[in-house]
Structure formats: C-alpha cells, structure tokens
C-alpha cells in the first residue's frame, strides 16, 4: 500500500465521481480505477459501490476514510512545519545577552520576535558577560547575542545598534568633583572602582584603555560586577569610576558625573553571531535587528 492508493482513494471518496477525481490528481481515469483495485484487493475489501450512473462509499470505505483523514490532517501539517521551519518561521533561538549592552534593546527584540514569529521559541540566556557570550558563540551554544562591540573571533559577524559614551564617577565631596570637566589624565593618581578583570567584561577592559591612552594604567581597589554595587563605592569614597553615561540614570546620592572629552572612545552595542550558523530562525530575528544579509 502506497501513499498513492491512499491519496486516490480520499480524491475519489471526496468526488464520487471518477472523472473529476482523476482531474483533482492530474493522472488518467484508467490509471485511477487501476489505483482504486489495487487497494480493494490489498485490503480485501470493496470499497466503493460503482454504477453507469453513480459512485458511492461501502460502509467498510466510510469506515477506513474516517480513520484515514486524522492522517492526512497531520501529514498537512507537518509538512506546513517542515516549510515554515526551512523559512525560519518556528523553531527555537538562543539569544544571550549582557546587561548593559542589551537593557535598551532586548525588550523590544523579543517582543518583535513574539509577535511576528509566534512559533519561534527563544531561549533568553543572561546577563552575562561579553567575554562568555563570545566563547558561546564560538562553541554553538548560542546562535545571537545583544552585547559590546567589536566581538572577535572566527566567523563572528555583527551588527551596530548604537554608541554611547562613557563617563568619570566620583564622590560628590571629592576635590575633583568641582571642576566642570576633567581629563582622564586627571585621574592617574586617584584609585579605581572598576568591573571584574579577567572574566570577559568588556567595560573593565574599555577603561583600561582608555586610562592607558592617557598615559596610565588605572589603580584598581575594589572590582565589582553589579553598577550598583560600584556606584554605592564611588559614593562612599572608595575610588572613582569610568563608566557608561547610560548608568547616570540611577540617580545615586552622593555620585556627580562627569562626561569624557568628545573625542574619547565610544561603547559600541550591537548583535554578534556566528557567519556560519545555519538556523533559519536566526535570519529571522536579524531581520528585526536591521541586517539586511541573513545568516548561513
């Protein structure tokens, strides 16, 4: 029994007619009734009753055409699946992200996602670091991830969202704090509060260089991974801080701001993937990202 001798017969249960059943499945009336035999005899039984003047089902063809359609509903149906997976359109994504790269931006993403890919499952993973997403690029634990730029490594590719600038934090009764603007030069003897070295955080590494720009290499007395946590120091006293100007809108008491030179260096935020990742999905959300080139 073939996929053939059933189609045939669910055409021909629909039709009850030969002629126009055989014009549904593009093939002769011959080679249909041929189909049809072959059927009744592999099963044994006579499924349709035919006359000069009409056709009808057998009460055993009523029966295997109720137990055959279910079938053909799911074989639609997993066919639909298998085109909207091959277009993108379901399936599951692996979005990571780091905090302070993504707090803008992924809301809106994975809204977008939801309600333009509702089949797609997206699996949020973070904050993490952007030195680990990397790795999970790298090693296809990931498909995308919202995070600092440039990301280097083999087939990363990524895509610009924004640039933001960084800022000088310091204790409102620090010396300092009473200029209008100051020059990280400025800061060479001061001790630092900064981001976790050695952890992939792509913000402790900007502030060194931009610290050894100007010519120093920054004294760092307390690492924290939570900007809170760092503010809270700077307020206390501990250190003074180079930071994401978007992290001024905590409003911490005891905190004042200062904004580096414009021509200093800029936060880079954007999406990183792998060039080589063959998930269609991944096209789809980097469609929503902007990028005109999808993946693969």
């Known amino acids: 029994m073939e996929l053939r001798h059933l189609q045939s017969f669910v055409v021909l249960a629909t039709e009850l007619n030969f002629t126009r059943a055989a014009l549904r499945l593009h093939i002769a009336q011959p080679p249909l009734s041929q189909r049809i035999r072959e059927l009744e005899d592999e099963l044994g039984v006579k499924l349709f009753d035919r006359s000069t003047r009409k056709v009808t089902l057998t009460v055993a ?3 295997f055409l109720d137990s055959i359609q279910p079938m053909f509903r799911q074989l639609d149906g ?17 979005l990571g992200y780091t905090g302070r790269a993504s707090h803008v931006r992924l809301p809106g993403l994975v809204r977008d996602c939801r309600r333009h890919y509702s089949d797609i499952a997206l699996d949020i993973q973070g904050p993490l ?7 999970k690029l790298l090693d296809g634990t990931l498909d995308a991830a919202l995070c600092f730029l440039p990301l280097e490594g083999k087939h ?5 969202f924004m640039l933001s600038e960084f800022s000088i934090a310091l204790a409102d009764a620090h010396p300092l704090a009473a200029k209008a603007k100051l020059r990280v030069a400025d800061l060479a003897q001061e001790p630092f509060i ?5 952890k992939g955080f792509h913000l402790r590494g900007a502030m060194d260089a931009i ?24 307020a206390a006293g501990t250190g003074v801080a180079i930071i994401p100007r978007d992290i001024e809108s905590f409003n911490m008491e005891g905190v004042v701001f200062r904004p580096l030179p414009a021509d200093a260096p800029k936060l880079q935020h954007g999406i990183a993937w792998l ?7 991944l096209g789809r959300l980097l469609a ?3 990028v005109a080139a999808a993946a693969g």
């Open 129 to 135: 670091p952007t030195g680990e997403l990397r790795l």
């Open 194 to 198: 900064a981001y976790p070295s050695g």
């Open 78 to 94: 997993a066919v639909e699946a298998c085109r909207k997976a091959g277009r993108g359109e379901t399936g599951s994504l692996r």
């Open 275 to 281: 060039q080589t990742n063959q998930n269609p999905a």
């Open 211 to 234: 610290c050894l720009e100007a010519g120093f290499l920054p004294r760092v007395v307390r690492e924290t991974e939570a900007s809170q946590t760092l503010l809270c120091l700077v």
């Open 61 to 63: 063809g009523r029966v």
């Open 156 to 160: 990363i590719v990524s895509h610009e």
């Open 288 to 290: 929503l990202c902007g």
